[in-house]
Structure formats: C-alpha cells, structure tokens
C-alpha cells in the first residue's frame, strides 16, 4: 500500500473540509486528491456499499458520484434482466454474450448488469472515467471488459449487435442546468431510436424521474417496459426498455417499484387495464387508509391500484383509497383510521385537543401544510398522521391515523 493510500485509509472517516484546511501539515501528500477519495468513499458508504467495501476503488469528483445511480436501483436493472433474458434467479452465470453501456460514467450500473453477460463494452467520454473504470470494473469481477474512450453516438455505430444497449442521457444543459425532455438531453435518443433497436436485443434507457411518461412514449418507438423507480419513496429514475419486437401495436406493461431496506415492492399495470378499470368513489370513510408509494403516483395507476385491491377511492383526485380489510402488500403507506373532522374551526380545536405535532399530508385540499400547521397550531412529527383531503362528495376533511 502507497503512503497516499494509507493516508486515505487512515483519515477516511475525517471531516474532509478540516483536513483540507490542514493540508500544509502533509507536506508529502496530495491532499486535494485524498480529500476527493475520502469524500468518495464516505458517500459510498450509503449510496453504493459495495464499492465502500472494496479495498482500491477510486473515486471521482463529487458531481461524477453525485449523477451515478446507486448500487440498489442498479441491482434493480440486473434483476429486470435476469426476468427479460429468462436467466436463473439464484445468479446471473454470463448465460448470455454481451452488453454495452453508451454512458459508462463511474460505472455503476455497468458493474450490476455486466454479471449477466460475458462480455461489457463500456463506452464514456471523460478520459478520468474510463480510467476509474478501468481500475474499478475488475476489482468488482468484471474481466472481459472493452473499454472505450469516446462519444457514445460514434462508438454506437462501430460496435457489434448486443444482447443489451443500456444508455443514460446526460440530463444537463450547457450552463449546468438540470434538464427532463428527452429531446434536452445528451445524446437524443428519440434521433438514436431506430439505430439503437437495430444494434440490439433489448435498449434500455434511463431518463429523469420528471418525465412525463405519456409524451415519453409517444416519442420513443419499440418500448416493451417501463419501470418507474423509487428508493424509500422517492422516486429516483424512469427505465425504458425497448425491442424492435414490439414497434407495432404493442402495449407496455407499466412497473412502479418501490425498494427499500426491506424489499422490493412493485405494481404493474398497462395503460388499458387503467383506462378500462372499475373504480368506486366513495364519501364512507373505513378501518383503513392507504397512501400510493411516489411510483405509483408518478406513473398514474390510480383506477387499475383501486380494481386490483377492492377498495374505494376517497376521490377522483385525493388518490387516497380506503378499505374495511387490512392490504398488507399495499403498494404504499398503510393507516388505521382513528378519526375524521370537517374543516371548520370549531371542529379543528375539538378534533386537536391535546396534539401538539403530528404528520401532516395535504391531498386535493384547499389549503398549504404550512396554513394548516399555522391554523391547528402543529409541529412536525410524532406517531399521529393527518390526512387534509376531500370526500367522493366534496367535503373538505381531515383524518386522523396511525401508520401500521
């Protein structure tokens, strides 16, 4: 181990800005270059685990870090494959030839799916990049890798068919700024779209979780799937896999998934089953309460979520749902219904008597959180949870719960 690397591994739980400040103090090392090391591997710790436990990782700067997906939406993506390419469960055992990633970056997601192929071609621009990858990627068992530095539109048209083409746009303008319409993003894919479905099996493109995924899909052709992502209920990215097998007529199924430390929950649905759904509003309040996960919401599975349950909808734009029978796999929040009030002020300081913080959610209801928590005098926190909403009737309520 070199002296810069044991000055890294000793200092790695420091603040890095205080040792950057006591630069002049290591005469005989590269501070500024440990400092961006440390600071890797202290964001890695949370966001990408593996790479944290992995002794000689390098890291790059911090915004490289910042835009890679994190190692549990990337492992996410090699379990869409493992499903797609009808792989064992168990394992990805290289059963199928071979991947490109047209936008390496810090080589996350590369690193995920590439134990389902034997061979990765890793394309990326940034010269740093590819030399970090090059590094890293073996150190995470991957060995049969073509590294190359260059634009992905040029490499895409050099490169043999795939099993699988994975690429995710820059979504930042000149300036820096973030950008969601495809046609913002670096490369455009919707001018790649049919060079891509002819170079491989299956396309798979991450776009921003802004999107809206009504003009996505009229502006991309062939998709077979989307999954709308979310990491403890925010949702982080939109996937889109495409197949030339399905440029005509075809439906895609809609996945909504939601992973935390406990599992991966996921609602699929197609545009069809939703349009077609039976939905009964009500003005009944039952035992329970239910909150879709930000997925579900994102992707609009609001009629089909209500059929597929048996349960009513509050409203036609509350997107609360209630139900006399307990739905443990409910994708989203689950509450037991203590009470419920109406908005007036004689009401609200009935209702309130003695809570002094609670949980407070506004949906389709006309007043802020903050104007509530002026009006009913309420901190943040504790184990109550208000719904503000409004009823299949009209009325304006606010309902008390427990999350189970």
Request: aromatic letters at 8%.
């Amino acid at each position: 181990m070199t002296l810069f690397q044991q000055f890294i591994k000793d200092h790695r739980e420091d603040d890095v800005r205080e040792l950057a400040l006591r630069a002049g103090r290591y005469p005989d090392i590269d501070v500024p270059g440990a400092v961006v090391q440390i600071s890797g591997w202290q964001s890695a710790r949370h966001k990408l685990p593996l790479w944290a436990a992995t002794e000689g990782i390098v890291y790059p700067v911090h915004l490289s870090l910042e835009q890679c997906s994190s190692q549990a939406t990337a492992e996410y993506k090699r379990h869409i494959l493992k499903r797609i390419f009808n792989l064992q469960a168990s394992s990805c055992p290289c059963a199928l030839s071979s991947m490109a990633d047209l936008t390496g970056g810090f080589g996350v997601d590369a690193a995920m799916m590439a134990r389902c192929f034997d061979r990765l071609i890793f394309v990326e621009q940034k010269k740093e990049l590819c030399d970090i990858a090059s590094t890293n990627l073996p150190l995470l068992d991957i060995h049969h890798l073509e590294i190359i530095h260059g634009d992905s539109e040029k490499a895409l048209s050099s490169i043999p068919h795939q099993n699988l083409i994975y690429i995710d746009p820059a979504r930042r303008d000149s300036h820096g700024g973030k950008t969601v319409a495809i046609k913002d993003c670096t490369p455009d894919v919707t001018e790649l779209n049919d060079t891509l479905l002819a170079r491989a099996d299956i396309v798979m493109i991450k776009l921003s979780p802004m999107l809206d995924l009504s003009s996505a899909g009229r502006e991309l052709k062939g998709i077979k799937e989307i999954h709308v992502v979310s990491v403890d209920g925010e949702c982080k990215e939109t996937l889109f896999l495409l197949s030339e097998d399905c440029i005509w007529e075809y439906t895609p199924r809609i996945f909504c998934t939601n992973i935390t430390q406990q599992g991966v929950a996921e609602f699929s649905f197609t545009s069809e089953e939703e349009r077609t759904a039976v939905c009964r509003y009500t003005d009944t309040l039952e035992r329970f309460l239910y909150e879709p996960n930000a997925s579900v919401m994102k992707a609009s599975a609001f009629k089909s979520l209500a059929s597929r349950f048996r349960m009513d909808k509050l409203h036609p734009s509350s997107h609360l749902y209630t139900s006399d029978d307990l739905h443990e796999d409910f994708p989203g929040r689950k509450f037991t219904i203590e009470a419920c009030t109406s908005f007036s002020k004689k009401e609200l300081k009935r209702f309130m008597s003695g809570e002094k913080k609670a949980n407070l959610t506004v949906r389709n209801f006309p007043a802020t959180v903050s104007e509530l928590r002026k009006k009913m005098k309420l901190a943040e926190g504790g184990d109550t949870y208000l719904f503000a909403t409004t009823l299949a009737d009209g009325s304006h309520v606010i309902i008390k719960c427990k999350r189970i």
